[in-house]
């Protein structure tokens, strides 16, 4: 099954793939590697998710704007691959970024939701390595922000 059809099935949408506001690019190819560039928590409705985890989202809250960060990445991919998923060999690594609390320590549930979603779409091309990283605020006030790393075929 193509991720595309996978992606119906699962019903999920991709938004659309934003250039950056900054001085970067939103992905770069380098040999058989696909970069992208941290997407943050955006809604449904294009509304930024933003927040402090552990005060103002909780964890199960955190994990679905994680999921909304990799369907980002999943867009960001496909704009970077002229709209082929195909091309995507497998998820090599991602990383998450996780505005929370001194006090929070639940950031590994947070990214899952990433990984879970990450892993449904992409299947057994779907598992990859991992950091879960705390911060004291990232851009924009969101309370989510993942980078992701492919190998292209």
Not at 58 to 82: D, F, G, H, M
Not at 113 to 119: E, N
Request: glycine share 8%; aromatic share 4%; net charge neutral.
């Amino acid at each position: 099954m193509s991720i595309d059809a996978k992606l119906k099935e699962m019903d999920l949408v991709l938004p659309k793939a934003t250039d950056p506001v900054g001085s970067y690019v939103a992905t770069k190819i380098s040999g058989n590697l696909l970069y992208i560039s941290g997407q943050i928590s955006i809604n449904a409705d294009g509304q930024l998710i933003k927040g402090k985890v552990g005060k103002d989202l909780n964890t199960e809250e955190a994990y679905k704007a994680a999921q909304r960060c990799a369907l980002n990445v999943i867009a960001q991919a496909k704009k970077a691959c002229s709209d082929d998923l195909s091309k995507i060999k497998s998820c090599v690594k991602l990383t998450g970024f996780v505005n929370s609390t001194d006090e929070f320590v639940e950031q590994p549930k947070v990214v899952n939701g990433a990984s879970d979603l990450i892993k449904n779409v992409f299947g057994d091309n779907g598992t990859h390595t991992r950091a879960a990283v705390s911060a004291n605020s990232l851009p924009l006030g969101v309370a989510v922000e993942i980078e992701a790393i492919f190998e292209m075929k």
